[in-house]
């Protein structure tokens, strides 16, 4: 019994010694991005994070746009309601599937890279040897990409809800054959720009800030070895998804729930 | 060669969780010529060098360098005091992102504002001197080990330190590569007026070129001398050592119990 | 650090594609006009009943939307529903004074919007006036209620 508790208490321990670890790591990273050569250095990571996740991103938009509309179609046209399609489309896509299944994607596609891609660089000593040369590897190598990654996944999330309500489009106008104006109309009348689309940015906002964070800490401070390489990747997907999740829970109930 | 030591380490203690990796370790560096620290596999050479350039922090005692304790300085400081060193990883540690030339310049481009064409200039030098001004535009990926290594040295100088670290350079080197290696850590050290501090167990490639070799197990210096002086020591641990025998007072057996109840004890599983 | 022009040019259309993309939620899908504020005037409204009629909804004439609600709040001199209508300026002095305003029902669950028809007034609207003659929104219950104590009464 003592020993149990014994072994809670520790693992209390640590898990507070590891986030003030990753908080201590992410102020010191924040800071560094005034240079002309940081600027540089940004520029390089958001087309490695951002442009290249943009197929897969706009790609899965598409289809659950369109999945929506087809979804959505033959439930509300049992009730007649089938000019609310644009409506359901939207509001779902802007407040709930846009921001966290691009946070998602971006966990899987641009996240376990840059886990990969740091670590290797710890496991072949590039981080020591930058510091070394008198270059602090969190300004250069990590605050780059935390800043590509927090503009990045927003961008990608906007994308994710355009070509998403284009696809409901697609599905519910012209191919389902429902009527043009009301896809719209239904839409304007009932998504607010700011409780909807702003809230929406905001869940993404905070998403890419903890899927980069999770990302970049999870390689600066893995066991430079091969096994460490993987099982960092895997860790930075898992807890990524998971923060996805739950901070989703929270952010909805505190913004569309009443609370707060 | 002045009287104080350019790099003095005093006392230094370290453990790594509960393993103690050094329990009291003095060394004097003095500047200007090539000091040899040697000792066995795992016997924490790397760490040592990570403890003199500031990467570690020690749990007792203190490094000196060129007077000023490197562990009490403020992060900038520290920063600069690094510029005045080098140090060569084991495996060359270049960036993969940037190509041979870049890699020499990265130093260059972060700590001057030369312009860009002494910068080239600087950097073709610093490759002429290491033999591969052909490869500029190569990318580490596609060099060999050695060639890496060679890379990685003309980055190390090209701040023109004075204090330059090599961990393990002749470790997976062809003989070849490795008569390079060693015939460039010594004219480099000669031409530029350098400290060296050659950390490896390659004894017969280092005491080649070192003036004075510390050899360092079980977390102490165990002995300390010229190279000639050491070959004749009389100590069996450093004679097993220097000489590379396989059994001696380091024996050949990790512990166990003994082998013939090991064997006869049948009690399943291993 | 060597620049490649494909990179710059491939961030700068995905940065750019990201705030048209912004531009096209805000204008196309929550409807927000770019017109400038002030080409709007306001009349005002009070209903027995809004129903479930939210500010931002659409005021319509024969169809074309000329406006939007701009505030609902509750009067209470008379405890009913005082609505702020914006409309547009084309049409300030030009409504009859006994215009109606209705709060009907885009199809049977669609959205609620503000109807107004004119009446024949020589007398017009002008900025902050109020409109008489309101119909409030049609409530199910009500309106099954009075069907059902009509079969009643049959």
Redesign the interface.
Known sequence: MMSRVLRLGRFGCELFEALGRAGIFLAQSAVGLPSR?GW?LW??Q??FV??LS?AIVLVSGLFIGMVLALQGYTILVD???E??LG?MV?LSL?RELAPVVAALLFAGRAGSALTAEIG??KA???L?????????PLRRVVAPRLWAGF??L???T??F??VG?YGGYLVGVDWLGGFAG?Y??????????VA??GNG?VKSLVFALVVTWIAVFQGYDLVPTSEGISRATTRTVVYSSLAVLGLDFVLTAVMFGGLA | MSDTPFVAVEGLHFARGDKDIFRGVDLAIPRGGITAIMGPSGSGKTTLL?LV?G?LTPDAGRVLFDGRDVHRQS?KAL??M??R???L???G????DLDVFENVA??L???TDLPGAMVRDLVLMKLEAVGLRGARDMLPAELSGGMARRV?LA?AIA?DPELI?YDEPFVGQDPISMGVLVQLIKRLNQALGLTSVIVSHDIKETLTIADYVYVIADGQVMAHGTPQGLDVDRDPRVSQFVHGEPDGPVPFHYPAVDYFTDILSSGGGR | ?K?SKT??L??GL??L??IL??V???L?????TLEAPGETFRLEANFANIGGLKP???VTMAGVTVGRVAAIDLDTDWYDARVVLELDADLEDQLPRDTTAAILT??????Q?VGLSVGGDPETLADGDSLRDTQSAIVLEELIQQFVSNMVSD
Do not use: C
């Open positions: 050569e540089y520029l390089r958001m087309h951002g442009v943009l009730f007649g309601a000019q609310a409506q939207a802007l290797l660089m072949t000593e590039q020591s040897s930058m510091e070394m040369i008198g270059v602090d503009v990045a927003p961008l990608l906007v994308g809800s355009v309500i009301s719209w109309g239904n839409m304007q009348a009932s998504v607010e720009f909807d689309v940015m | 990570k350039g990467q992060r920063f600069a690094r510029r060193m080098g140090m990883f084991q495996s540690a270049l960036f993969s990265f130093p481009r972060v700590h990685a980055r701040l670290l | 650090m620049r990179m710059e491939g961030v995905f940065m594609a990201g993309g912004l096209f939620l805000g196309r899908v929550s409807g927000l931002r909804a659409r885009a199809g049977l669950l669609g959205e919007y």
